[in-house]
């Protein structure tokens, strides 16, 4: 079976986001003075093949620990659902 | 026979030659190693020199850490060898594990390549022994992602086991502490941002980054004699 990973990475909370501090920054010119805690991440989508969900979740957990994410200053969130044209029934 | 340092090179670094340079001024004997090599053996010492390694892409260092080279530098590091990260070297030392923390973006978002000053706090490690505490070198920096960062446990662990050997005097990135370089527990893995390598001569600005460089080649030759 094929399933449709994406992996979400931010900075932890505490550690300093000059990206997201500098877009903030800029918002009040733009007219988004209402616009509040901005912080930046990255955002990971690919496929992988598993025998079902628990195991392509636990690969793709596998894979944001060790490459996807520097658990020193980032946390990870995923999210893994079945390809809907995966050729499954 | 004059201490044979291996310079290990990724796709991507860029340092690798002024590197050389400098550890021939420093009496050393340099050599690359591709990043595919998988023996270190005929090496007294190693030194992972700046650049981009892998291009940088996801983080400094994140994918440089899985070449086949940096299993062979875990080896070397554990029996006790001499391993220096520079600049970027620093960065895949992190990320490799074999130093502990990681490295954010510049404070303010900036690249920063300027002469810094830097403080020698102290001098068990690989790259300051024989050196007085208090010494301040003038050497060059060079990086965008050079802020060090690590939670307040391991940065009291890293105080308390004098692990900090060199401080910025005028903190260029905002790492922690003023931090511009550490080592490991043993002091034989040492990472530092400033690059020793740039200023090995006065034509070059200063000639301060000997200090860092002949320190660094006589541990390595006492680390050989046992």
């Given at each position: 079976m094929r399933f449709a990973a994406r992996v979400e990475v931010r900075l932890r909370p505490g550690i300093a986001d000059p990206e997201g501090t500098t877009i903030e920054r800029a918002l009040p010119a733009l007219?988004?003075?209402?616009?509040?805690g901005v912080r930046t991440g990255r955002s990971f989508r690919f496929q992988v093949d598993a025998t079902d969900v628990e195991t392509a979740r636990r690969r793709v957990q596998a894979l944001a620990d060790r490459l996807?994410?520097?658990p020193v200053i980032e946390d990870s969130e995923l999210e893994v659902s079945l390809e809907p044209d995966s050729g499954e029934p | 026979m004059a201490t044979r340092v291996g310079v290990v090179v990724f796709p991507g670094t860029n340092c690798e030659h002024d590197a050389l340079a400098g550890l021939e001024v420093a009496g050393a004997r340099g050599t690359l190693v591709w990043?595919?090599?998988?023996?270190?053996?005929?090496?007294?010492a190693i030194v992972i020199p700046g650049g981009f390694a892998?291009?940088?892409?996801?983080?400094?260092g994140a994918l440089a850490?899985?070449?086949?080279?940096m299993e062979a530098v875990g080896r070397f590091a554990a029996e006790g060898g001499p391993v220096v990260g520079i600049c970027n070297g620093f960065q895949v030392l992190t990320e490799a594990g074999l130093l502990p923390g990681a490295f954010v973006k510049n404070r303010g978002l900036k690249f920063v390549c300027a002469p810094t000053t830097v403080r020698v706090e102290v001098t068990h490690s690989v790259i300051t022994a024989g050196l007085e505490p208090g010494t301040r070198l003038c050497i060059p920096v060079n990086h965008f992602s050079g802020s060090y960062v690590c939670d307040e446990r391991t940065l009291a662990h890293l105080r308390a086991s004098n692990q900090v050997i060199l401080r910025y005097l005028d903190n260029p990135n905002g790492s922690i502490d003023d931090i511009a370089g550490i080592a490991n527990d043993a002091g034989n893995v040492v990472g530092l941002m400033p690059h020793p390598e740039r200023a090995i001569d006065e034509l070059l600005g200063s000639a301060d980054g000997l200090a860092l460089l002949r320190a660094f080649v006589s541990s390595s030759a006492c680390v050989r004699a046992g």
């Open positions: 007219g988004f003075d209402d616009v509040r996807l994410a520097n | 990043h595919t090599e998988t023996q270190l053996r005929t090496m007294d892998h291009g940088d892409y996801l983080r400094p850490r899985f070449s086949p080279v």
